[in-house]
C-alpha cells in the first residue's frame, strides 16, 4: 500500500471527518469543495472536530493541530488532485452529481490514482465508466462519527483490481478503521443494508400519523436498550441525505417516499433544520431531549 497523499472531494458531515481521521493519522490530505464559501463551513467543522477528538479519544491539542496543518484546502480540482494517491469521493447522494464529478475527475487526475466513493447506498458498477479507470475504483463506506463509529466498508465491483482492493483494506486500517471487506456488490453494503429500511419505517410511523418522532425513539430505546433511536440517528447522518435519497425513490414513483420527502423539505430543510450539524433537527443540540434522564420514562 503506497498511498501518502490523499484528496477527499466533498467537505459535507461525513466528507470533513473522513479527511481529518486520515490527517489525524498522518497523511497529507487535499480538501476539494465547489467554492470559497463551502470551504469557509469545512473549516468550522475542522474546529469542531479538534474538540471532539479531544473530548471523545483523549487527543492532545498538539495532536489535533497537527492534524489540521496536514489539511490543504481547494476549491480548483485539478490543484486538488494533482499528487494525489487516493481519491476519496464524498459528494451529495445524486446520480448525475457523482457521474458529472466522475467525468471531470477522470480528464485531471494522475493515472496512478485510485479512486473510491463513499456512497451509501449506489453501486460502484453504476459509475466505473465514467472514472476512466475501472479497475482501480471501488466503494470506501464510512459510518458517521468516524473517529467513534471506526468502519469501514470496502465494496469491489467485477471489474477493480485485487491488488486496489487489498491496498484500500490496508489503507483503512492505517487511519484507525475496522476493515469490512464486501466480495461482491450489494447496494447499501452491511450497515445500511440493515440501517436504510429501519430509519424508513420509523418515517414511515411519524409520516402517516401513527406516533411522533420522540415515541417512536422511545419506544425503540426502552424496548432494545439501545442508546439512541431513529430519529436521533437521522439527526447525526443530517437531514440532506434522507431527503435526497427519498426525492430519488420518488422520482422512480415511490408514493410513501415522496410523503417523506415532502416531511423532511417543509418541516425540517425549509426551517433550517439540518440536523446535529446546525444543531437543529428532530431534536435540538448540544442537549438533545433523547438524553435528558427523565425521558424513558413515563
Same mark, same amino acid.
Not at 13 to 23: C, D, E, H
Not at 115 to 121: G, K, Q
Not at 262 to 283: A, H, P, V
Given at each position: 500500500?503506497?498511498?501518502?497523499?490523499?484528496?477527499?472531494?466533498?467537505?459535507?458531515?461525513?466528507?470533513?471527518?473522513? *479527511?481529518?481521521?486520515?490527517? !489525524?493519522?498522518? +497523511?497529507?490530505?487535499?480538501?476539494?469543495?465547489?467554492?470559497?464559501?463551502?470551504?469557509?463551513?469545512?473549516?468550522?467543522?475542522?474546529?469542531?472536530?479538534?474538540?471532539?477528538?479531544?473530548?471523545?479519544?483523549? $487527543?492532545?491539542?498538539? /495532536? #489535533?493541530?497537527? $492534524?489540521?496543518?496536514?489539511?490543504?484546502? +481547494?476549491?480548483?480540482?485539478?490543484?486538488?488532485?494533482?499528487?494525489?494517491?487516493?481519491?476519496?469521493?464524498?459528494?451529495?447522494?445524486?446520480?448525475?452529481?457523482?457521474?458529472?464529478?466522475?467525468?471531470?475527475?477522470?480528464?485531471?487526475?494522475?493515472?496512478?490514482?485510485?479512486?473510491?466513493?463513499?456512497?451509501?447506498?449506489?453501486?460502484?458498477?453504476?459509475?466505473?465508466? +465514467?472514472?476512466?479507470?475501472?479497475?482501480?475504483?471501488?466503494?470506501?463506506?464510512?459510518?458517521? /462519527?468516524?473517529?467513534?463509529?471506526?468502519? *469501514?466498508?470496502?465494496?469491489?465491483?467485477?471489474?477493480?483490481?485485487?491488488?486496489? !482492493?487489498?491496498?484500500?483494506? /490496508? +489503507?483503512?486500517?492505517?487511519?484507525?478503521?475496522?476493515?469490512?471487506?464486501?466480495?461482491?456488490?450489494?447496494?447499501?453494503?452491511?450497515?445500511?443494508?440493515?440501517?436504510?429500511?429501519?430509519?424508513?419505517? *420509523?418515517?414511515? =410511523? #411519524?409520516?402517516?400519523?401513527?406516533?411522533?418522532? /420522540?415515541?417512536?425513539?422511545?419506544?425503540?430505546?426502552?424496548?432494545?436498550?439501545?442508546?439512541?433511536?431513529?430519529?436521533?440517528?437521522?439527526?447525526?447522518?443530517?437531514?440532506?441525505?434522507?431527503?435526497?435519497?427519498?426525492?430519488?425513490?420518488?422520482?422512480?414513483?415511490?408514493?410513501?417516499?415522496?410523503? #417523506?420527502?415532502?416531511? =423532511?423539505?417543509?418541516?425540517?430543510?425549509?426551517?433550517?433544520?439540518?440536523?446535529?450539524?446546525?444543531?437543529?433537527?428532530?431534536?435540538?443540540?448540544?442537549?438533545?431531549?433523547?438524553?435528558?434522564?427523565?425521558?424513558?420514562?413515563?
Amino acid at each position: 500500500m503506497n498511498f501518502k497523499n490523499i484528496t477527499v472531494a466533498g467537505s459535507g458531515v461525513l466528507g470533513s471527518q473522513i *479527511a481529518f481521521q486520515t490527517a !489525524f493519522k498522518g +497523511f497529507q490530505v487535499s480538501v476539494y469543495d465547489i467554492n470559497d464559501e463551502v470551504l469557509d463551513r469545512a473549516k468550522d467543522r475542522f474546529a469542531t472536530l479538534k474538540s471532539n477528538y479531544m473530548r471523545d479519544l483523549g $487527543a492532545s491539542q498538539e /495532536e #489535533v493541530d497537527a $492534524a489540521y496543518n496536514r489539511l490543504t484546502l +481547494f476549491s480548483d480540482l485539478q490543484q486538488a488532485v494533482e499528487n494525489a494517491d487516493l481519491i476519496i469521493e464524498a459528494v451529495p447522494e445524486v446520480v448525475e452529481i457523482k457521474r458529472d464529478f466522475y467525468q471531470k475527475l477522470a480528464k485531471v487526475a494522475p493515472e496512478k490514482t485510485v479512486f473510491a466513493t463513499n456512497t451509501s447506498t449506489m453501486l460502484p458498477s453504476q459509475f466505473a465508466e +465514467f472514472t476512466g479507470r475501472p479497475e482501480k475504483f471501488l466503494a470506501l463506506h464510512f459510518a458517521n /462519527e468516524i473517529w467513534n463509529n471506526n468502519t *469501514a466498508e470496502i465494496m469491489r465491483h467485477a471489474g477493480t483490481d485485487s491488488k486496489v !482492493f487489498d491496498d484500500v483494506v /490496508e +489503507f483503512a486500517k492505517a487511519i484507525g478503521m475496522v476493515a469490512l471487506p464486501l466480495q461482491k456488490e450489494q447496494p447499501g453494503y452491511i450497515l445500511n443494508t440493515l440501517l436504510v429500511p429501519f430509519l424508513a419505517a *420509523a418515517e414511515y =410511523l #411519524v409520516v402517516n400519523g401513527i406516533a411522533d418522532p /420522540e415515541t417512536v425513539d422511545k419506544t425503540w430505546m426502552i424496548a432494545t436498550g439501545a442508546p439512541k433511536g431513529p430519529f436521533a440517528i437521522l439527526d447525526i447522518i443530517g437531514i440532506n441525505t434522507p431527503y435526497n435519497l427519498s426525492a430519488a425513490k420518488a422520482k422512480a414513483g415511490d408514493e410513501g417516499a415522496a410523503k #417523506v420527502a415532502e416531511y =423532511l423539505k417543509t418541516e425540517f430543510l425549509d426551517k433550517g433544520r439540518m440536523g446535529i450539524q446546525n444543531g437543529k433537527g428532530f431534536y435540538d443540540y448540544p442537549n438533545p431531549r433523547y438524553l435528558d434522564k427523565d425521558f424513558l420514562n413515563n
